[in-house]
């Protein structure tokens, strides 16, 4: 059987050597298989970050919950949004959002950026009805459950992400500003 290759593929193994290319091949065949789902219903994940600041913990989230579906809506809270539950940012709202739109340009996934306004994401997820919500295990389990029934209403679903308490913005935060240095839990 004759393996066909597309030309971005082509281009690809021309331009890097071989441990570059493979990697390279690997997350572009990776969107072969996204496209290869096109028979089949596309799904939309909305997940949500504050990303003050962004940390792996983010990143991790921001993958788990990209794996999940064909199209990420990511809210990124607002400042106000933000201080409904924790201190201020430190970096602005604009930086943060930014910060995730250079991520879908630097990922190439399908993904579109959005403001939440509030720290809840019922009034997003109420406007744009993804057909799965990724939430968090470090939110209250009540914010989870109203949320959920909202889900169900619109007739999506909810999955809790596991939370990577090594990586906590908050305790980031707190290292720096009592001078310590940050070491993550293993």
Known sequence: METIICKKCQKIIEAYNSSQAEHLMQQHMLKHKREEKNDKKKRTVYCYVCADPMNIGHLLHLKNSWEMGDKLYIGVLTNLAVCEKK?????????????????????????????????????????LKPDILAESTSH??????????????????????????????????????SNKQWTKKA
């Open 87 to 127: 201190v201020p940012p430190v970096f602005s709202f604009e930086e943060r959002f930014k910060t995730m739109e250079l991520f879908k340009i630097i990922t190439g996934w399908n993904i579109e950026v959005v403001a939440q306004d509030t720290y809840s994401p019922i009034p997003n997820i109420l406007k």
């Open 140 to 177: 209250k389990p009540k914010d989870i459950k109203e949320a959920e029934k909202v889900m169900k209403e619109i007739g999506g679903m909810i999955k809790v992400l596991p939370y990577y308490d090594g990586q906590s913005s908050s305790k980031i935060k707190e290292a720096i500003r």
